[in-house]
């Protein structure tokens, strides 16, 4: 699959968002190493902190599934700038995707490609717990 199509993928996963309180709606597209996608949308919670970004939420609808390896995600919202993951969503990227491509959309779908390690440098990850 292009990366066009992966991103207007995250796109379309937006319209499943459920932000009653940022009214920021986001959506991401995980798309495997055998081809397979798994859309994901952000869902609020009054409580902020349990909050779920759409990132996280396709990682993990992924690996309910069976799956461990990745080679993309795609991130969408309605904003004029491109959207990059928050720095939760960067971790649990790089600890469950490694180092894959990350598809950061703006408002027009236009799209810069980013690895994990752009936007996580120096990560901390299981190697740092086996020292």
Known sequence: MDYKTLAHKAVEAKAN????????KVGAALLTT??????????????????????RTAIFKAIS????????I?????SPDYITPCGACRQIIYDL?????IICTNGNEDYKIFK???LLPLAFGDKDLKK
């Open 34 to 55: 055998d081809g397979d996608v798994y859309p994901g949308c952000n869902i609020e919670n009054s409580t902020y902190g349990l909050t779920m970004c759409a990132e």
């Open 116 to 118: 994990t390690s752009e």
């Open 97 to 101: 995707c490694g180092e894959i491509d």
């Open 17 to 24: 968002a459920l932000p009653p309180y940022s009214n920021f």
């Open 74 to 78: 795609a991130i969408a919202s309605d």
């Open 65 to 72: 599934e069976g799956k461990r390896k990745f080679k993309a």
